[in-house]
């Protein structure tokens, strides 16, 4: 069997077709009840399977298999079977679905037991309150293809009636995925919408806290705005991790502008933290209030604390990322303290292995550029600086982060401003040239202070 028979296939293979398309994909047990509701008259199953399996249109995955997309899509549409018959093969694939979950994969189709699978049976057989249900809570789990699996199933059941178009639900499944896919212009959009219906549910909350983190940099009077609105609304609606997180980035975004209030937020996040035994959000927000206090020399013990807290909680959590920021920021704490410089080194260094388990190339040049001005503090180590901010340099040149290239060039013109002025003066030259292209006007007035002053010292 061939892909070009498919074309002028006759009419009782469609209908057997037509219902085994039904699914996403198939397992033997399941195909087998599903060719009993449209048999082609006098073969057996095990003859049509042995047959089918060596179509072109057919890929085999371990044990499930499936028909390839675009040859499912035309079985689909054949229109050969009874819209009775159709039902009763979702029927009997959202039946499978609520087996064992140890049958995943083996007797039953894996995706029957995700959110989207379920949902997608359910809607097919007009159970909307469920369907719905079932497509919310796809959009809130885990990071990886199920969500795409799910909001695909949402798209398609819309655009072929089967689902009412336009519920939030669906809407912010579909602005989740975009979400996390980076595709931040389109998932904004569906974001604002489901903020502008203002209902009473997590989607709502979420979207406001999204949103908010989206706009915080250039409309942050905006962003606090939807910040309260979450903090006021989830603990109505019972979404109290949302109103956590709602507290600790807001008390991020007005750390600086006012502080008693921002301590007052984290504090009030630590407590829902505490109080939901999230341990993982408990060491983001610790970090977070760590890095707030930090500067207060009266509250160093309070504040080294937290660091320690905060690193302890993201190590537990298996946070390889955030752990390694908050090492990278109690580092620093620690190397503005006399005689702790060999503490902060060791920290430091972790940090810059951590960067590189995960291979963030930011962080990896952050925190090499901060290694480095540690170690430039003793001469005999200035060659073993220099090596690090030319490392960090170049990451930086290769991710085009222009605020890090002037930052790192402004460190190692000042680290070779005694053995060559020359250099030093190029150095600062090019991270000014950088800044203005920026639009940073804090590296801009630090770049034109160093080269004034290194031009000062030649006269």
Request: hydrophobic letters at 40%; a neutral charge.
């Amino acid at each position: 069997m061939t892909s070009s028979f498919i074309h002028s296939a006759p009419a009782f293979l469609r209908s057997t077709l037509e219902v085994l398309a039904v699914a996403e994909s198939l397992t033997d047990e399941i195909a087998a009840k599903l060719y009993e509701i449209a048999p082609v008259i006098d073969v057996s199953w095990d003859a049509f399977y042995r047959a089918i399996r060596q179509a072109d249109f057919v890929e085999a995955r371990n044990s499930e298999w499936s028909f390839v997309p675009q040859f499912r899509q035309a079985f689909r549409a054949f229109g050969a079977v009874s819209e009775d018959r159709i039902r009763a093969a979702h029927d009997i694939l959202r039946q499978a679905s609520e087996a064992d979950d140890a049958c995943a994969g083996r007797s039953v189709p894996s995706y029957l037991f995700t959110e989207g699978g379920k949902a997608y049976h359910s809607a097919a057989l007009g159970d909307f309150d469920t369907a719905f249900r079932h497509y919310g809570q796809a959009a809130v789990g885990p990071v990886d293809g199920r969500q795409w699996l799910a909001a695909k199933f949402a798209t398609e059941q819309e655009e072929a009636g089967v689902l009412p178009s336009g519920y939030t639900e669906t809407l912010f499944l579909r602005a989740m995925v975009l979400y996390r896919e980076g595709d931040r212009r389109t998932a904004e959009r569906l974001f604002r919408e489901i903020v502008r219906r203002d209902e009473p549910r997590i989607e709502t909350t979420v979207s406001l806290n999204l949103l908010a983190r989206m706009l915080a940099r250039n409309d942050p009077r905006t962003a606090e705005a939807m910040f309260k609105r979450v903090l006021d609304l989830g603990p109505q609606i019972g979404d109290y991790f949302g109103a956590a997180v709602a507290a600790h980035e807001l008390a991020n975004l007005l750390s600086r502008r006012t502080p008693v209030e921002a301590e007052a937020l984290y504090r009030q996040s630590i407590e829902i933290g505490e109080q939901l035994n999230n341990r993982h959000h408990l060491g983001l927000v610790l970090h977070s209030f760590a890095n707030h206090i930090s500067g207060i020399r009266s509250r160093s013990y309070e504040t080294e604390d937290a660091y320690k807290r905060a690193i302890d909680l993201l190590e537990e959590t298996s946070d390889v990322d955030g752990s390694g920021q908050a090492m990278h920021s109690y580092g620093n704490f620690l190397a503005r303290q006399p005689k702790r410089a060999g503490e902060a080194e060791r920290h430091l260094r972790e940090s810059v292995t951590r960067a590189k388990k995960t291979q963030s190339l930011f962080s990896i040049a952050q925190r090499l550029h901060t290694l480095a001005r540690l170690v430039s503090r003793t001469d005999r180590r200035h060659g073993e600086a220099e090596r690090m901010l030319e490392e960090s340099l170049e990451i930086g040149r290769r991710i085009r982060n222009r605020r890090h290239i002037a930052m790192v060039l402004r460190s190692l013109a000042n680290l070779v401003s005694k053995e060559d002025v020359g250099r030093a003066e190029q150095l600062l030259r090019e991270s000014l040239a950088l800044s203005r292209e920026s639009n940073d006007q804090r590296g801009e007035t630090a770049a034109r202070a160093d080269l004034e002053r290194l031009l000062r010292g030649q006269r």
